[in-house]
């Protein structure tokens, strides 16, 4: 079974800075090849994404995000991790890392989430 465990939410001020790790899937699931991301989703609204990579490796972000998020992923410590700098009232969510592949067997993958909220 594929455990994801995001941590790292807190409450911060507008204009601050926190790190989110999540515990990715570990060298057993290696054939799954997963595709990892990040995705928030704030009070009553959608899930959306935040961050990943592209085939090529790229990281990709969505455009209320780019500039001030960072994602990286330590496969040697199977942890991803999503730096977040200048904060805004708008980035409070819960934020979720998710596994992906298309490979038989692998299915999509989400953590519980951790939460961020941001106040002015």
């Known amino acids: 079974q594929v455990q994801l465990a995001e941590s790292g939410g807190d409450s911060v001020q507008v204009g601050g800075s926190l790190r989110l790790s999540c515990a990715t899937p570990?060298?057993?699931?290696?054939?799954?090849?997963?595709?990892m991301s990040w995705h928030r989703q704030a009070p009553g609204e959608e899930r959306e994404f935040v961050s990943g990579?592209?085939?090529?490796?790229?990281?990709t972000y969505a455009d209320s995000v780019k500039g001030r998020f960072t994602i990286s992923q330590d496969n040697a410590k199977n942890t991803l991790y999503l730096e977040m700098n200048s904060l805004k009232t708008e980035d409070t969510a819960m934020y979720y890392c998710?596994?992906?592949?298309?490979?038989?067997?692998?299915?999509?993958?989400w953590g519980h989430g951790t939460q961020v909220t941001v106040s002015s």
């Open positions: 998710k596994a992906f592949s298309l490979l038989p067997g692998c299915l999509v993958h």
């Open positions: 570990g060298n057993q699931y290696a054939y799954c090849k997963y595709d």
């Open positions: 990579f592209a085939s090529d490796g790229t990281p």
